[in-house]
């Protein structure tokens, strides 16, 4: 990604023309920026190092996981030509987990385009969803162009296999076959849903990997463009979905029976100018009820011309006594989701773990990111994790830290390094008071990675952490940090 330095440059001279100064775009990128530096309080998109779409959350105990898809940054596209389109370039899958919805752990690419060795283009990985059933995890991806095929998986974390080597669903006739989505139901039977413009579903055999019967195509729903998601609440079935482009919302229809009729029963999210396109991920987790979507906000922090690099959102949904949904405004306009859980700064926190942490990147140890899918890794599994590209002005901000009664008295972080940074801890905002100053010294290699500790001031209760970068040289890598 771009790095922020250049923000002020870009906004002042959108805003220098009165007619792009109009532009809802350019007010919610003068909001964001104001939210990260704690200046306001406002719903961010939950990811910063890589673009993501397409959300997909799974619960697995007291862990939230969410699968996207992955828009790539320009400098990851293969083709320099290309990294100024427009288009879509999308060649793996992610993984990021919570415990307490507002801090986020990466665990970078749970899979690719090359997990699939039948698909023949480089291009279109586009919206997933994983689900659980006896203790395995079963990953149903669209290639685009190339129908629908499905990994296995002995952990949420991967490492995925291919079990079919062929597409699950494919009509070579056509490129209708997208964005699955599955759901067993109580008596056992499993469905699967999917398709732009039409909608279809088949229901599964027990092994998950096979259709049980032919495939259905609905009726046209109401509002209908793409990507189901398909659960069942109550006595209620619901397929909710994004709604004709464009702009895209969040649109609905619910039924007494898992294969319809459906009834479109309004909007979760409004279609509105601000976000080109939506698209919904719907979970339970810890007595709340939390609606996935996407925007194109983080990308506003650098450009206003259109690009499909988008950024992932969230906010809790709440139902009516009749089973209907409570509409959502638009993702910034929403305060920032509660938070679960208080944060533990004694334990180790990965790098990777932050709320917030524009310009900073992220990969996977010993795997550069690439566009080029022939150079990627089959799935990996759940491998260590480091965040680099570190400038002057960058931070890692942090929701809800509990230094408890006592306080801490030292933060260690461990970090490899050719060159230098220093990282100063501040509270509250990004400008708030510091607690302590760290220096990072060359460690000789980037795959050497020592400690480096320095005394805090003391600090006690519940306070927003900023991991602020300074004075940066070189290639500077971190890993994890604790307080002590």
């Keep these: 990604m771009k790095k922020v330095l250049s923000l002020a440059v870009l906004v002042a001279a959108t805003?220098?023309?009165?007619?792009?100064?109009?532009?809802?775009?350019?007010?919610?990128?003068?909001?964001?920026?104001?939210?990260?530096?704690?200046?306001?309080?406002?719903?961010?998109?939950?990811?910063?190092?890589?673009?993501?779409?397409?959300?997909?959350?799974?619960?697995?105990?007291?862990?939230?996981?969410?699968?996207?898809?992955?828009?790539?940054s320009p400098e990851d596209i293969v083709d320099p030509n290309e990294r100024s389109s427009a288009g879509f370039f999308m060649y793996d899958w992610l993984l990021w987990s919570t415990t307490d919805m507002v801090n986020w752990t990466e665990h970078?690419?749970?899979?690719?385009?090359?997990?699939?060795?039948?698909?023949?283009r480089d291009n279109g990985g586009w919206a997933i969803q994983t689900v659980e059933r006896n203790g395995k995890y079963y990953l149903y991806a669209p290639l685009h162009g190339h129908g629908i095929g499905v990994l296995v998986a002995n952990s949420p974390y991967g490492p995925f296999r291919d079990p079919l080597g062929e597409p699950l669903?494919?009509?070579?006739?056509?490129?209708?076959?997208?964005?699955?989505?599955?759901?067993?139901?109580?008596?056992?039977?499993?469905?699967?849903?999917?398709?732009?413009?039409?909608?279809?579903?088949?229901?599964?055999?027990?092994?998950?990997?096979?259709?049980?019967?032919?495939?259905?195509?609905?009726?046209?729903?109401?509002?209908?463009?793409?990507?189901?998601w398909f659960y069942k609440r109550g006595s209620n079935y619901y397929l909710a979905f994004?709604?004709?482009?464009?702009?895209?919302?969040?649109?609905?229809?619910?039924?007494k029976s898992p294969t319809g009729p459906w009834t479109s029963t309004g909007y979760i999210m409004r279609p509105t100018p601000r976000d080109r396109g939506n698209h919904p991920g719907i979970c339970d987790f810890k007595g709340h009820t939390y609606a996935f979507g996407q925007s194109y906000d983080l990308m506003h922090l650098e450009t206003f011309v259109h690009h499909e690099r988008r950024s992932v959102s969230a906010a809790e949904m709440k139902y009516n006594a009749d089973g209907t949904?409570?509409?959502?405004?638009y993702w910034l306009d929403q305060k920032p989701m509660e938070q679960l859980q208080w944060l533990n700064p004694y334990n180790i926190v990965q790098a990777e773990t932050m709320n917030w942490g524009f310009g900073l990147k992220s990969a996977k140890v010993g795997i550069e990111n690439t566009g080029d899918v022939k150079k990627m890794p089959y799935s990996t599994g759940r491998r260590n994790m480091y965040i680099y590209d570190l400038n002057d002005g960058e931070f890692?901000?942090?929701?809800?830290?509990?230094?408890?009664?006592?306080?801490?008295?030292?933060?260690?972080?461990?970090?490899?390094?050719?060159?230098?940074?220093?990282?100063?801890?501040?509270?509250?905002?990004?400008?708030?008071?510091?607690?302590?100053?760290?220096?990072?010294?060359?460690?000789?290699?980037?795959?050497?990675?020592?400690?480096?500790?320095?005394?805090?001031?003391?600090?006690?209760?519940?306070?927003?952490?900023?991991?602020?970068?300074?004075r940066t040289t070189g290639d500077v890598r971190l890993d994890w940090w604790q307080f002590r």
């Design 15 to 72: 805003i220098a023309t009165s007619a792009v100064a109009q532009n809802p775009n350019v007010s919610d990128s003068l909001l964001l920026q104001d939210a990260v530096k704690g200046k306001k309080q406002v719903n961010l998109p939950l990811f910063q190092t890589k673009y993501t779409a397409d959300p997909s959350p799974l619960v697995v105990g007291d862990t939230l996981f969410l699968y996207t898809s992955h828009d790539a």
């Design 108 to 120: 970078g690419a749970v899979a690719s385009l090359k997990d699939f060795a039948w698909r023949s």
């Design 169 to 228: 669903v494919w009509d070579r006739s056509n490129w209708y076959d997208i964005d699955p989505s599955v759901y067993t139901d109580a008596d056992g039977q499993a469905y699967m849903y999917w398709g732009n413009p039409h909608t279809f579903y088949a229901r599964l055999n027990n092994d998950m990997i096979s259709l049980k019967d032919s495939v259905v195509r609905l009726p046209h729903i109401e509002h209908y463009q793409e990507g189901p």
């Design 242 to 255: 994004a709604s004709t482009c464009c702009p895209e919302g969040l649109g609905y229809a619910m039924s």
């Design 325 to 329: 949904i409570q509409e959502l405004p």
């Design 396 to 470: 890692i901000r942090l929701r809800g830290v509990d230094f408890g009664s006592t306080g801490a008295k030292d933060y260690t972080i461990s970090a490899a390094a050719t060159g230098g940074c220093t990282v100063t801890l501040r509270i509250d905002s990004q400008n708030g008071p510091a607690i302590g100053t760290v220096r990072i010294g060359s460690t000789g290699s980037v795959n050497d990675y020592r400690m480096f500790q320095a005394s805090v001031k003391k600090t006690t209760g519940v306070h927003d952490l900023y991991i602020c970068f300074s």
